[in-house]
């Protein structure tokens, strides 16, 4: 059970927008439309963005966005404001287990 | 509003045992419509799946931590617990209980609370 692969860093100005991917197997993400998306601020617990691939909690912003194409999901942050900035992780269901990304650190410019 | 706290030792020697407790308020830990999960994260690194138990008390542990691995509910006290034995260092992390829901996602964190393993 390998973590799924992010990118460690993504970036862009206020305003811009940022794609995160993550890459897992047939076994996780593309066998599995239950990836969720985490965003996890500074010495702080994470926070569910993003369920079942494309969904959002109540109380997240329309901002946030997901989506899944094979085994690669990818999480959209459009209209970036300085809050934004956190480190985020993705999740996979993968029968009776999870398995997490890497974590990506987005920085606002 | 559910909250979710974590309890227990800051500090574990090495080879003995951690055990955490997570203490469920603001709703039942019995809710068939939810599960329960561990995650933890060393300084530093990304996020780890532990395991988790359902109200059926069925538990599912992390296949690279099974072997060291129990989770148990406590329905009259409103809490979950972990156990992990035989640590080393590398179990040195924050460690966060996290309520399961709807598309096999955690929604609701504890705070998390910091272990450890050191002589």
């Known amino acids: 059970q390998s973590a799924l692969t992010q990118p460690p860093s993504a970036s862009g100005s206020p305003g811009q927008s940022v794609t995160i991917s993550c890459t897992g197997t047939s076994s996780d993400v593309g066998g599995y439309n239950y990836v969720s998306w985490y965003q996890q601020h500074p010495g702080k617990a994470p926070k569910l963005m993003i369920y079942?691939?494309?969904k959002r909690p109540s109380g997240v912003p329309d901002r946030f966005s997901g989506s899944k194409s094979g085994n690669t999901a990818s999480l959209t942050v459009s209209g970036l404001q300085a809050e934004d900035e956190a480190d985020y992780y993705c999740?996979?269901?993968?029968?009776?287990?999870?398995?997490f990304g890497t974590g990506t650190k987005v920085t606002v410019l | 509003q559910l909250q979710l706290q974590e309890s227990g030792p800051g500090l574990v020697k090495p080879s003995e045992t951690l055990s955490l407790t997570c203490t469920v308020s603001?709703?039942?830990?019995?809710?068939?419509?939810?599960?329960w999960g561990w995650i933890r994260q060393p300084p530093g690194k990304g996020l780890e799946w532990i395991g988790s138990i359902y109200y059926s008390g069925s538990t599912y542990y992390n296949p690279s931590l099974k072997s060291r691995v129990t989770i148990s509910v406590d329905t009259s006290k409103n809490q979950f617990s972990l156990k992990l034995s035989s640590v080393t260092a590398a179990d040195t992390a924050v460690y966060y209980c996290?309520?399961?829901?709807?598309?096999?996602?955690?929604?609701?964190w504890g705070q998390g609370t910091m272990v450890t393993v050191s002589s």
């Open positions: 999740s996979s269901y993968a029968g009776s287990s999870y398995v």
């Open positions: 996290a309520r399961g829901a709807r598309g096999y996602a955690f929604d609701i």
């Open positions: 079942e691939v494309s």
């Open positions: 603001g709703g039942s830990i019995s809710s068939s419509s939810y599960y």
